[in-house]
């Protein structure tokens, strides 16, 4: 609905509303001052009769006027009323005219400042005789050398050994340039390994042609059985010193490294092992060398994450084979590896051992290593999940030869009591595994931490 009540029309200034309704509701206002509204104020109640209300809202805003005019009828001073106006501020001088205020004769110095300038002096060396000489008896009442005997003496707390990366060629080549090519010029075919403890002398070091012969006169001992493994893995370490002092990366260094992995791993040696496949793994990178047995190699480095359950290491081993090395990726050893690992992560003892029993060479040895293990994890989850079990059952899963090879199994684990057995009907004996009773013991030799040596 729309009419002349539903409309909202403004009041102006000094009208009455009742002087802005359209009566007619023709939209036209009827205004009977509208003469006078703009040049005078008419409202219902008006202060300054005849005054004009524009030019007294103008000087109200304006700050700078200095007198209001009046009506001549309202007889105050003359129509006129004058207000004086303010003086300016005076105008301040620049920041840099302002002279600083005067320094006071004397001003006590706080103790703090005292001791802080005592302490810079010392810094900067700058102590008395006396206190030098205070410091000196110090230090040798302490035993403690000063910086003079140090460097006379040749040790400094610079000169510590570190023995932090045990892959280090010495325990002080922080100190010197291990880029530094050498040559060396011992002509000795065997030589034992000592750790430098200083830079390397040329003298007491192979050049490539010695550690070629070193090299065939090691294997034919090792070929011979000639030799023990301790003699061979001394000598296998000094042929990889000499290699990284003189930084000789070619296909030799890629044999021998290869050749002392294999002997560490028939000797049960996962600490040099893993030296050498650490080394290996750098080696293959380069693009300047062939690469030799890459296959083997990349299967023995899975099945070592596998014995460190490294399985994030696996993951991205797999994606940069298929993304870069899809031929390696394919091998057979490499995917029965990669299948091995992939068992062990979901839990499926039953094609962990099958694969592991068809195995052969140094692989299944490097499984054997940690197979007691992952046996004992499988046993754990047999008696979680049965009360009773048959001997039986436990040698076919554990890839058994028979029976007495399942009980010996179990009496090493000191389970030997909880094997029953029950007498059937037709005289034939019911020999089983009490899962129930020996399951807090097996979750005990589980759960106890085992030391492994690992040298990494």
């Not at 010695?210 to 370490?237: I, P, R, W």
């Not at 754990?380 to 890839?399: G, V």
Request: charged share 20%; proline share 7%; net charge positive.
């Amino acid at each position: 609905m729309s009419g002349p009540y539903n409309k909202v029309t403004p009041v102006m200034l000094g009208q009455s509303r009742g002087s802005n309704r359209d009566p007619t509701g023709t939209g036209q206002v009827s205004n009977s001052h509208s003469s006078t509204t703009s040049s005078t104020f008419q409202g219902s109640w008006n202060p300054f009769p005849g005054y004009n209300v524009n030019d007294f809202y103008n000087r109200m805003n304006n700050p700078t006027a200095n007198r209001f005019l009046r009506p001549s009828s309202s007889g105050t001073l003359g129509g006129s009323l004058s207000f004086p106006v303010p003086p300016p501020p005076p105008m301040m001088p620049p920041p840099a005219a302002i002279p600083p205020p005067p320094m006071p004769l004397f001003s006590p110095t706080p103790t703090g400042s005292l001791n802080d300038n005592k302490k810079k002096r010392s810094r900067n060396g700058d102590i008395s005789k006396e206190e030098a000489a205070r410091r000196r008896k110090r230090a040798e009442r302490f035993g403690t050398p000063t910086q003079s005997q140090a460097v006379g003496n040749g040790r400094g707390v610079d000169e510590e050994e570190n023995f932090a990366n045990l892959n280090a060629i010495s325990t002080k080549s922080h100190k010197f340039d291990k880029n530094k090519r050498i040559v060396g010029r011992c002509q000795n075919l065997e030589k034992p390994y000592l750790r430098l403890t200083s830079e390397p002398n040329p003298e007491t070091v192979r050049p490539l042609s010695v550690l070629k012969k070193t090299y065939n006169m090691l294997m034919e001992k090792y070929e011979g059985q000639k030799a023990s493994y301790h003699y061979l893995c001394d000598q296998f370490k000094s042929m990889r010193q000499d290699l990284r002092v003189q930084i000789l990366e070619n296909e030799f260094t890629i044999k021998v490294y290869q050749s002392h992995a294999r002997i560490a791993l028939e000797n049960g040696d996962i600490g040099e092992f893993n030296q050498c496949q650490s080394r290996l793994i750098t080696l293959f990178e380069l693009p300047n060398i062939k690469h030799s047995c890459l296959e083997e190699f990349t299967s023995y480095r899975i099945l070592y994450y596998i014995l460190t359950e490294d399985h994030g290491a696996i993951t991205s081993l797999r994606l940069k084979l298929m993304t870069e090395n899809f031929s390696v990726f394919k091998h057979p050893l490499v995917q029965q590896a990669f299948q091995l690992a992939r068992t062990q992560l979901v839990g499926d003892y039953h094609s962990f051992m099958r694969i592991h029993s068809s195995m052969e060479g140094l692989g299944k040895k490097l499984v054997d290593l940690f197979i007691g293990k992952e046996k004992l994890k499988s046993l754990l989850t047999i008696c979680r999940s049965y009360n009773q079990i048959p001997l039986e059952f436990l040698q076919k899963e554990f890839q058994f030869q028979n029976v007495e090879s399942t009980i010996d199994f179990l009496s090493h684990r000191g389970l030997s009591q909880f094997i029953l057995v029950k007498t059937q009907t037709k005289g034939n004996e019911y020999k089983y595994l009490d899962t129930k009773a020996c399951r807090p013991y097996v979750i005990q030799q589980y759960t106890d931490p085992k030391r492994i040596n690992m040298k990494s």
